[in-house]
């Protein structure tokens, strides 16, 4: 018996088998090949900090440690603890519940030559989308100084709020005091040009995205400020009492050449 291929219930038949195949088909590949998008995931994460860290073709693995924030203390992770470092990198990777989080916060140390630099998630929005990346902070003797930044972007404008995530934009974060005289936050991308040693020249046309970032930088910041005054209230203390050495003294002339 012939079939008659021009009839509805053989459209229908064909369609729902086709659309059985293909589903099962999908759910195959996303299925086998989530580990290794789950792998490149870490990796892009781990390369972001210690490009943002200024350490780019060192180990992660063997220089960093990491943690929490817990209560304005930092808490490391060992890295032999699967669970406890799947949950860091697993905060990092929802936006939106790093955006929200106020307790047990993503944090990354590196101690290199006596010098000891942290590295903090950001996230936020801009003009289309979310905004996110990494900045690197260093105690000076009287305020926290940005030595590096990684930003990315949704969806920004290409040539406009999209510069965010050039190396250009980024450099000139370097070497930023966060707060200034009277204590308050002050790193912000400028409209109009930077006014003074902490500022940034916003991106010409992308003031909306401009003005994410600086929303981005004091509130991800913020969520960390207590522990940043309790490191630097150390640092400054220890310089008092004449036990700063000659690395870190020499790394704090550099900061300031730097922003000369």
Request: proline letters at 2%; one cysteine or more; glycine letters at 10%.
């Given at each position: ?5 021009n ?16 589903g ?11 580990p ?7 990796n892009?994460q ?13 180990s ?6 990491m ?6 203390e ?13 949950a ?20 990354f140390?590196?101690?290199k ?7 903090l998630?950001i996230?936020g929005?801009?003009l289309?989308?979310?905004i ?17 930044i990684?930003m ?21 974060f ?15 991308m400028?409209?109009g040009?930077a ?19 600086n929303?981005?930088?004091a ?7 207590s ?6 209230a150390?640092v400054?203390?220890?310089?008092e ?9 020499a790394n ?6 730097e922003?000369?």
């Amino acid at each position: 018996m012939a079939i008659n291929k021009n009839s509805n219930a053989y459209i229908i038949i064909y369609t729902v088998v086709m659309v059985v195949i293909v589903g099962a088909l999908l759910a195959f590949l996303a299925t086998s090949l989530k580990p290794k998008q789950d792998a490149n995931v870490l990796n892009e994460q781990k390369v972001s900090i210690m490009k943002a860290f200024g350490e780019a073709d060192a180990s992660f693995d063997e220089v960093v440690t990491m943690g929490n924030l817990v209560g304005g203390e930092f808490v490391a992770v060992d890295g032999s603890d699967k669970d406890g470092v799947q949950a860091i990198f697993s905060i990092l990777g929802d936006r939106k519940a790093l955006a929200e989080a106020q307790d047990n916060l993503p944090i990354f140390q590196l101690e290199k030559e006596g010098v000891v630099k942290y590295v903090l998630p950001i996230v936020g929005k801009g003009l289309w989308g979310d905004i996110w990346g990494y900045v690197a902070l260093q105690q000076s003797e009287d305020n926290v100084v940005i030595t590096g930044i990684v930003m990315d972007h949704a969806g920004e404008t290409p040539g406009l709020g999209a510069e965010i995530a050039t190396a250009k934009v980024q450099d000139e974060f370097r070497g930023k005091a966060l707060y200034n005289a009277e204590g308050e936050f002050a790193v912000r991308m400028q409209k109009g040009g930077a006014q003074n040693e902490h500022q940034v020249d916003a991106i010409t046309g992308g003031t909306k995205t401009c003005d994410g970032v600086n929303a981005m930088l004091a509130t991800s910041i913020g969520k960390y400020e207590s522990f940043l005054r309790t490191v630097e209230a150390a640092v400054e203390a220890s310089c008092e009492c004449g036990e700063c050495g000659a690395e870190e003294a020499a790394n704090v002339e550099s900061v300031k050449t730097e922003e000369e």
